[in-house]
């Protein structure tokens, strides 16, 4: 969609009418708080077209938009267009990014539980003593302890939560510093 800079809609894409069941032309020559968008929606992209005017740059943002066919997950780009040195109209393109962000989402939740089940499973205690240390990114040096669980060996980074800090012994080498 294109809006002036006083917010009055002048270009539809016909896909608006999938977010909001309207066609293109009942929004056409009216302003954002006239159409039937919905109103968090309509509050949020004010703000966004202030600062894309104010900055004279583009802006993005993510948000939840009720739709007919039910919630979607919106990447919101407004940016502006310029006729010399001030802003003229803005553009304003929505994609729906809903399945990414589910896809996002159901990959952090099986991490997370595939980290509670290595770690529900390792002999972690706090007492424990670092096996070796290893250089890390920006010349950190960590610790680093030795589990031997079921047949593999483990390598978990010190202060570590996370399966990519779980390493088998096999993918590293080994040194001494």
């Not at 929505?94 to 952090?108: C, F, G, N, S, V």
């Amino acid at each position: 969609m294109r809006v002036d800079a006083k917010g009055l809609f002048f270009y539809i894409n016909p896909v608006i009418e999938k977010f909001t069941g309207n066609k293109p032309n009942y929004f056409l020559q009216k302003d954002i708080y006239s159409v039937n968008l919905e109103e968090g929606f309509v509050i949020i992209l004010t703000k966004m077209i202030d600062q894309a005017v104010e900055k004279k740059k583009k802006i993005s943002f993510e948000t939840t938009y009720k739709t007919p066919q039910g919630k979607m997950i919106l990447n919101v780009n407004v940016m502006p267009e310029f006729n010399g040195e001030q802003v003229e109209t803005l553009l304003i393109v929505a994609h729906d990014i809903t399945e990414a962000k589910l896809i996002e989402q159901e990959i952090q939740d099986k991490n997370q539980k595939i980290t509670e089940r290595v770690l529900s499973r390792l002999p972690i205690t706090p007492t424990w003593t670092p096996s070796f240390q290893v250089k890390r990114a920006q010349n950190s040096v960590q610790n680093l302890y030795h589990i031997h669980e079921n047949d593999l060996d483990f390598l978990i980074f010190e202060n570590s939560f996370a399966v990519q800090d779980c390493i088998p012994l096999g993918v590293i080498e080994f040194f001494n510093p």
